[in-house]
């Protein structure tokens, strides 16, 4: 059977694999290209995820694509807006014939002979799955579990006479109206969760095992929305963008220059956001340092205000185990609830699950290194696509769709068929991908590849030096080595 062949294929239809698209369409207009997406709708996790409130946990002129204004009056965006947002960008690039549907990829095989990516493709419910070709492989797969969210093993939750969801999973047709709510977790899902549930049930408990940093800020944009009103919308929205990156960036480092400070003019904000009698000490003051694990976002600090209005309350304390009308905490108490919510985390899977091979050998992802945070030592023609942990995905996204087109266009030019980051045989020292302590990003360390201790192996959390390094230095470092291929 004839497999069919495309100069580049990107993985993912989600926030970044539509930008990237536009990136190719754009700046290398004779490519052929097809974006491969498993499920049966474009969006990716702004389409996965349906549980009440779901919104961005950062503002919407970084989450926006650079080449794509965000108008809407809210920075601070619920999902559906966001989902619309990608639907429409998708439309107006005529993206829609270039994507396939129900395309699941479950392994790409690298051929030195071809100088050819071979992808093992499933399709909708067929068992056999078929074959596609490429000279470039784009992974814009994101790195969420798309099957499973993450629930920790509660001694007797069978026993549990209500409903237990997670947030990934969410019946649409789940009643909580009037009913005792519990959400289990303390991360961004939580804080989003608490608030837009408290409009309908009776009362609802975040029971967190350790506190979160948390941080109000107001779910639309006033600067840029004057800006709007007097500048063309490009430009205002650049501006604000900009505006947005630099703030990030300044108190991204003045968290991590003085921790100190930084935590006490959190806590002190939640304290002043909160009842006098309320204690922000147990509930609000985590032990670790800012961004050792990300800040939670709370839009018009709606969280503090459910609290302050009775509506919704903090415990925290452990799991000791389920009983049927609620949870046995691990001080003894009983916390009683008609639905409880494990916003427990999520599951991670690096490259979307796939199995990579090099000449029929499996690729180590985890014991590979990651080259300018977007390609794999060792392994031709392949990029990928993370964001930062400090800021949006998309301003590494977009950085990142760029650096492979410029890749690709030095490619052509030159006549190369393979380019390859090249790790020397020694001076790199092995680090973790990320540093950070969060749950989710420990238990997932063995599917992602590490960074190195010096660059161009480090990765930078920084959009500043990325966006010099990515978009204007040049790409003959030493390191990414291009050649003919094989004869």
């Given amino acids: 059977m004839t497999k069919e062949h495309f100069d580049t294929l990107i993985v993912g239809a989600g926030l970044s694999g539509i930008g990237s698209a536009v990136h190719l369409g754009k700046r290398c207009p004779g490519q052929s290209f097809a974006i491969l997406e498993g499920r049966a709708r474009l969006g990716g996790t702004w389409d996965l995820f349906r549980y009440p409130g779901v919104r961005s946990d950062s503002d919407m002129y970084t989450l926006g694509y650079s080449f794509k204004p965000w108008t809407a009056g809210e920075a601070i965006a619920d999902g559906a807006s966001i989902l619309q947002y990608i639907q429409d960008t998708a439309q107006e690039h005529g993206l829609l014939p270039h994507i396939r549907f129900e395309h699941r990829v479950t392994g790409a095989a690298w051929s030195s002979a071809q100088s050819l990516w071979t992808l093992t493709v499933q399709t909708g419910a067929d068992p056999e799955p078929v074959h596609m070709t490429c000279r470039f492989l784009l992974v814009c797969s994101g790195y969420y579990n798309y099957a499973h969210g993450y629930t920790p093993a509660f001694a007797g939750q069978d026993q549990f006479a209500g409903h237990l969801v997670h947030p990934q999973d969410w019946p649409q047709d789940l009643n909580y109206r009037g009913k005792r709510v519990v959400v289990i977790g303390s991360g961004a899902t939580a804080m989003t969760l608490v608030p837009a549930m408290a409009k309908d049930a009776a009362h609802v408990t975040m029971l967190q095992r350790s506190p979160t940093y948390v941080v109000a800020r107001p779910r639309s944009d006033a600067i840029a929305n004057g800006l709007r009103r007097l500048l063309p919308t490009g430009l205002a929205y650049g501006l604000t963008r900009w505006k947005n990156v630099l703030l990030g960036l300044l108190f991204f480092r003045l968290a991590k220059g003085r921790p100190e400070q930084f935590k006490e003019g959190i806590v002190k904000a939640a304290a002043a956001a909160l009842p006098s009698h309320f204690d922000v000490g147990t509930h609000f003051n985590p032990r670790y340092k800012p961004w050792d694990q990300r800040l939670c976002l709370v839009p018009d600090g709606d969280l503090f205000a459910v609290i302050r209005s009775g509506q919704a309350d903090v415990v925290t304390d452990t799991v000791a185990g389920f009983e049927p009308t609620g949870i046995r905490l691990g001080s003894g108490a009983l916390l009683q609830a008609d639905v409880v919510v494990t916003a427990t985390g999520l599951d991670l899977l690096g490259f979307g699950g796939m199995a990579l091979r090099v000449d029929g050998k499996t690729v180590d992802i985890a014991k590979s290194m990651s080259y300018k945070g977007m390609m794999l030592s060792g392994v031709p023609n392949m990029a990928y696509v993370i964001g930062y942990t400090n800021a949006s995905w998309t301003l590494k996204s977009d950085l990142t769709g760029a650096f492979v087109c410029r890749v690709l266009r030095h490619m052509h030019r030159t006549g190369s068929r393979v ?51 990515l978009r204007f230095r040049p790409l003959a470092d030493g390191v990414l080595q291009f050649s003919k291929g094989a004869d």
């Fill in 419 to 469: 380019c390859m980051p090249a790790l020397p045989a020694s001076g790199v020292l092995p680090q973790p991908w990320v540093d950070f302590s969060s749950g989710y990003i420990q238990r997932s360390l063995d599917q992602f590849p590490q960074q190195g201790s010096s660059t161009p192996w480090r990765l930078n959390q920084n959009y500043l030096h990325d966006l010099l390094d």
